[in-house]
């Protein structure tokens, strides 16, 4: 069974705590669940898939920052979150016309869940990859 859901900074937070993170991507991962205006999880099998989130810069602005964390759960179940991402981003696009975000370089899965949702990509910075979402490509 899948369900992917809104859930609340405070619920993020008490699912990611199984999560082995190191100490980097442990602050990286409280700073998403502290900053972000709305965060979804997935789940397969009541077990926890994935969860990303939209940060903006501002209450006021026009963009929104966007971020993803999977789990080894959701292998083989790749296009749910894909299909159910598409949905979601649409919902994020009513409220902020632009997403933006960064993948890393060599991370093809999430470049490619990327594409699917209609992403941009810029010149590389370093190890990342910037990227954009709008409403109309």
Wanted: glycine residues 10%.
């Amino acid at each position: 069974m899948t369900e992917i859901k809104r859930v609340s900074n405070y619920e993020a937070g008490e699912l990611v705590k199984g999560i082995d993170l190191d100490e980097i991507g442990q602050k990286t991962m409280e700073f998403c669940l502290l900053m972000s205006t709305v965060i979804w999880a997935g789940f397969i099998d009541r077990r926890l898939a994935c969860i990303w989130g939209v940060i903006p810069p501002s209450l006021m602005s026009h963009q929104a920052y966007l971020w993803l964390y999977t789990t080894d759960v959701i292998k083989g179940h790749e296009f749910v979150l894909v299909r159910h991402s598409q949905l979601v981003i649409d919902e994020i696009l009513e409220e902020y016309p632009s997403i933006v975000g960064h993948a890393v370089m060599g991370a093809d899965k999430s470049i490619r869940w990327l594409k699917w949702l209609g992403a941009k990509f810029g010149t590389p910075q370093g190890t990342g990859i910037p990227f954009r979402i709008t409403r109309h490509g």
